[in-house]
């Protein structure tokens, strides 16, 4: 399955705790803090509801 890679580029501080509960349950934690998760339509939903606050990229997968 194609993954991709969230960065969180804006604080989440000063909007509302659903937005801040997101950012926390993608893995992101810090400011410029990258995970890299599974392209489903779940998170994808949830970069939506964030997309003021992250930044996302395909990544491409090496196969050996």
């Known amino acids: 399955m194609a993954k991709i890679k969230i960065t969180l580029t804006k604080s989440p501080i000063g909007y509302n705790k659903k937005q801040r509960a997101t950012a ?10 990258s995970v890299i998760q599974e392209d489903t339509p779940d998170i994808m939903g949830k970069i939506a509801s964030i997309a003021h606050l992250v930044t996302w990229e395909k990544v491409v997968e090496e196969e050996n």
């Open 24 to 33: 926390v349950a993608l893995g992101l934690k810090k400011m410029n803090s």
